[in-house]
């Protein structure tokens, strides 16, 4: 004997918790960033660039682009700057330059990264 197929409406609903919770939400990058505590140094930056000459010779500029919260930008003279006190430590930045040009480090003892939720 075949089993029955059921239309939609046939199918129960959710009950008790999983009903009043509603479905579960995904979370999109900046959701995922807003669950993150940072605590700033900010007598002793843990990025730097090491020599903007080097910077202005870039013409690809990777750390504006595969930053994930976008730290880098490029100034209207042509200099990088990086706002390290947003750093979430994920170390693309110093991967990913292609003249080793970021001097990269953990923040001090009691700064930095505090993630929430593993």
């Keep these: 004997m075949a089993a029955e197929i059921k239309?939609?409406?046939d199918i129960a609903k959710p009950t008790g918790l999983a009903n009043f919770l509603g479905?579960?939400?995904?979370?999109?990058?900046?959701?995922?960033?807003a669950t993150l505590v940072i605590k700033v140094d900010e007598g002793s930056?843990?990025?730097?660039?090491?020599?903007?000459?080097?910077?202005l010779k870039c013409i690809e500029k990777p750390c504006t682009v595969t930053c994930p919260v976008e730290?880098?930008?490029?100034?209207d003279n042509g200099h990088t700057t990086i706002y390290w006190s947003n750093c979430i430590?994920?170390?693309?930045?110093?991967i990913i330059c292609p003249?080793?040009?970021i001097s990269w480090r953990y923040p001090s003892g009691g700064f930095g990264m505090t993630y929430r939720y593993g």
């Design 7 to 9: 239309s939609p409406s």
């Design 23 to 33: 479905p579960p939400k995904l979370l999109g990058r900046d959701d995922k960033l």
């Design 45 to 55: 930056p843990h990025l730097k660039i090491i020599d903007q000459g080097v910077c």
């Design 71 to 75: 730290n880098y930008k490029v100034e």
């Design 89 to 94: 430590e994920c170390g693309t930045c110093r």
């Design 99 to 101: 003249f080793h040009n």
